[in-house]
């Protein structure tokens, strides 16, 4: 969920709580917060309530520094990147696309793909985690595809998510990075970046979505996404954010900044 890359050195790092770990339900898409440890800090009522100001100005600085962000995911039609964010959930985008590389020169439409059944397509994504499984839901959902949409992929939340495989955040990047909706796809990293900083606190990826889509100035939200994802992934890091380096650490909500 071609290459975006945002200058670690020039980016933010934001934060609200001191950890999170993540409990992933892959075939539904959803993180499940638990908070060890840090349950007064990262109470909903202890979070700040930041102001709409800071906000437009979190975004601007971000916009900025990346005009253009992008997904790191390579693709280059809606399939392929629906099947390289099913393959994402527990793996790296860098593994993911080493994988598909070598597999859409080989098939990368549903047809193709459904034609090499579970050992054919296996061999190609092996080296991802729960690629068992993976495989399954893809040659799902290209049956699917073929049989309800005539191979292309759908643009609706409801059809894409009746897809093997494909919980809301997958149907949020294909609605956003393929089809150019402003839906804003909450991954660990955003769910991370939205309560350390303030930005838009909760205890659930939903809460935390809808909250950014309430409260991101319109004009940024298209490429909400992007910005705090890679800002969750080289800034904003899980264990130690990079708050020297951040761009927006004035702004910043988070009790516990990091010095060096």
């Known amino acids: 969920m071609d290459a975006a890359t945002v200058n670690p050195t020039s980016t933010a790092a934001i934060t609200r709580c001191n950890r999170f770990s993540f409990n992933i339900a892959i075939n539904a898409n959803i993180y499940a917060p638990a908070i060890p440890g840090c349950q007064p800090d990262a109470a909903p009522s202890r979070w700040v309530n930041m102001n709409s100001a800071k906000r437009t100005e979190i975004f601007r600085r971000l916009c900025a520094a990346s005009p253009a962000p992008r997904s790191e995911l390579e693709y280059r039609s809606p399939f392929e990147l629906l099947v390289a964010?099913?393959?994402?959930a527990q793996a790296t985008d860098?593994?993911?696309?080493?994988?598909t590389q070598e597999l859409y020169k080989t098939a990368n439409t549903p047809r193709a793909i459904l034609k090499l059944?579970?050992?054919?397509l296996e061999r190609y994504i092996r080296s991802i985690g729960l690629y068992h499984t993976k495989a399954k839901n893809i040659l799902a959902t290209c049956k699917l595809l073929l049989e309800r949409h005539g191979g292309a992929?759908?643009?609706t939340h409801v059809e894409l998510e009746a897809l093997p495989g494909v919980g809301r955040k997958t149907a949020n990047v294909i609605l956003n990075v393929a089809f150019g909706q402003p839906t804003i796809a909450v991954d660990t990293h955003i769910f991370r970046v939205a309560n350390r900083t303030g930005l838009a606190p909760g205890r659930g990826v939903l809460a935390v979505e809808k909250k950014l889509l309430k409260v991101v100035p319109e004009e940024f939200r298209h490429d909400a996404h992007h910005w705090l994802i890679l800002h969750?992934?080289?800034v904003c890091k899980a264990r130690k954010p990079d708050c020297p380096r951040c761009l927006i650490n004035d702004?910043?909500?988070?009790?516990h900044k990091t010095q060096d």
Do not use: D, F
Request: with cysteine; proline share 4%; glycine share 12%.
């Open 85 to 88: 964010v099913v393959l994402s």
């Open 94 to 99: 860098k593994s993911v696309n080493r994988a």
């Open 117 to 120: 059944g579970v050992k054919g």
């Open 153 to 155: 992929v759908p643009q």
């Open 232 to 234: 969750g992934r080289y």
């Open 251 to 255: 702004l910043c909500e988070y009790r």
